[in-house]
T-cell receptor, first 112, second 112 residues
Framework: GNSVTQMEGPVTLSEEAFLTINCTYTATGYPSLFWYVQYPGEGLQLLLKATKADDKGSNKGFEATYRKETTSFHLEKGSVQVSDSAVYFCALLIQGAQKLVFGQGTRLTINP | SAVISQKPSRDICQRGTSLTIQCQVD?????MFWYRQQPGQSLTLIATANQGSEATYESGFVIDKFPISRPNLTFSTLTVSNMSPEDSSIYLC?????????FGPGTRLTVT
């Protein structure tokens, strides 16, 4: 079946620290991969995406590379800010059906 | 990207009653979806709202409990029927543009 497994949280870092949130997936076929972010009290926002192997998605200083050989899509940022505090969801898109399958989410807190 | 609004943003309802949530997209989209996010949990797809035909429900969700309408390409409603406290969740609608899905801000439902 199709599933997404994320690094368990919560994750707490200091401002300017390096961030990695791990995400691995299981899928039939070749899914597209996404990171969504949910700021406190808000809905989900698309952060970045990658649609094929070796693609790198990037936005707002965040990056993730679609690694087919390790079935991974880890989220990274070189220097986090307090404003990055949010819940981050990794997701895959089941092609054809256009269905998103989400990981369990990782709560990130950045302390000044 | 599509901009999606939902009404109401939150509600507190008594058990046994029903609530209809509205979702409006600022552009015509082929596919719309409804998700549930239970407290502290990830998102689970309830159904795909199909324009001009019945919604397609995921395993564990049924039309009698979650009737959905999709009268045109910019609007959909989800009704949560005969509510119980277990229905307390955030309900989100989304719209697909190509491989990307955009989400509304969610409706926070509390059932007492």
């Amino acid at each position: 079946g199709n599933s997404v497994t994320q690094m368990e949280g919560p994750v707490t870092l200091s401002e300017e620290a390096f961030l990695t949130i791990n995400c691995t997936y299981t899928a039939t076929g070749y899914p597209s991969l996404f990171w969504y972010v949910q700021y406190p009290g808000e809905g989900l926002q698309l952060l970045l995406k990658a649609t094929k192997a070796d693609d790198k998605g990037s936005n707002k200083g965040f990056e993730a590379t679609y690694r087919k050989e390790t079935t991974s899509f880890h989220l990274e940022k070189g220097s986090v800010q307090v404003s990055d505090s949010a819940v981050y969801f990794c997701a895959l898109l089941i092609q054809g059906a256009q269905k998103l399958v989400f990981g369990q989410g990782t709560r990130l807190t950045i302390n000044p | 990207s599509a901009v999606i609004s939902q009404k109401p943003s939150r509600d507190i309802c008594q058990r046994g009653t029903s609530l209809t949530i509205q979702c409006q997209v600022d552009s015509q989209v082929t596919m719309m979806f409804w998700y549930r996010q239970q407290p502290g949990q990830s998102l689970t797809l309830i159904a795909t709202a199909n324009q001009g035909s019945e919604a397609t429900y995921e395993s564990g969700f049924v039309i009698d409990k979650f009737p959905i309408s999709r009268p045109n390409l910019t609007f959909s409603t989800l009704t949560v029927s005969n509510m119980s406290p277990e229905d307390s969740s955030i309900y989100l609608c989304s719209a697909a543009e190509g491989p990307e899905q955009y989400f509304g801000p969610g409706t926070r439902l509390t059932v007492t």
